[in-house]
């Protein structure tokens, strides 16, 4: 069954994103658009730093091809419905009775349940180091930061978690995104970062290791909670852009080609 609903989801059929991408990509202003990547995080500031700028609707040097452009623009509609009309209400009235501190918390641990996807992606891209990182961190946050709530790798250590994914692994091993996509409820991607999406599900111990009844109430809380910590950010780049689909298109492309190169 879960493997069913996992590919559902990337046909962009299920629930919306897991956190990964991509990271992933949420939105915005009144026509919002719901983004999510596998990544894990949905637009993290990162992205939104590493954009050219959004007021300008050319596209920028070495750009992702589009050839499904109307079949994008089409799902990156649908997704600024869904997530102005669904996610971001839910996400507004669980972040009123939850504190920051509870939801950071909740991050924490399902990141720290998913450290076999970025040590494995590490070890893929010879970053040794950083997958010894993420050993040490498990095991610190696993046990003095009581089953991952609390970062005390990062706050008490100074080791700070390595973002690694398929898709970068892949990027990394020379693979070129071949053109872009915006999935319907997962938001933009491309065909590496597709792939690299299932390739992570597969190596994500959440995926085996929960029983269906947790397993589909843990990502949608998982989706929820991400979203009350990310608000503001997708606002902030559609309110910049004079064409918001190109504007994400554009950030996403240099956020995934800054991860390959490791910046």
Known sequence: MRLIYWILVLLG?????????????????????????????????????????????????????????????????????????????LATGYKSILPQETRLGVRNFLSNLTTPVRMANCLLQARFKEAG??????????????????????????????????????????????????????????????????????LDPRTYLLSDPIFYVVRPVELVNDTSLTMGEYEELKRAAIDPYLALREAYHQYRQNKIKGK
Request: net charge negative; proline share 10%.
């Open 13 to 89: 059929l299920g629930f919306p994103f897991p956190s990964i991408a991509q990271e992933v990509p949420p939105p915005l202003s009144s026509d919002a658009s719901f983004s999510t990547t596998p990544s894990e995080e949905a637009l993290p500031s990162e992205m939104l730093e590493a954009r050219p700028d959004a007021s300008l609707p050319e596209e920028s040097e070495g750009t992702t091809p589009d050839p499904l452009e109307p079949l994008n623009r089409l799902s990156f509609h649908l997704n600024d419905k869904l997530y102005f009309w669904v996610l971001k209400p």
């Open 133 to 202: 990182n993420e050993a040490v961190r498990f095991l610190l946050n696993s046990t003095f930061g009581l089953a991952g709530f609390f970062d005390q790798a990062k706050n008490e250590f100074k080791i700070e978690k390595t973002d690694a994914d398929f898709g970068q692994t892949l990027g990394v091993w020379g693979v070129g995104p071949v053109f872009y996509i915006h999935w319907f409820m997962l938001g933009p991607s491309n065909v590496r970062d597709t792939i690299g999406f299932a390739g992570d599900l597969l």
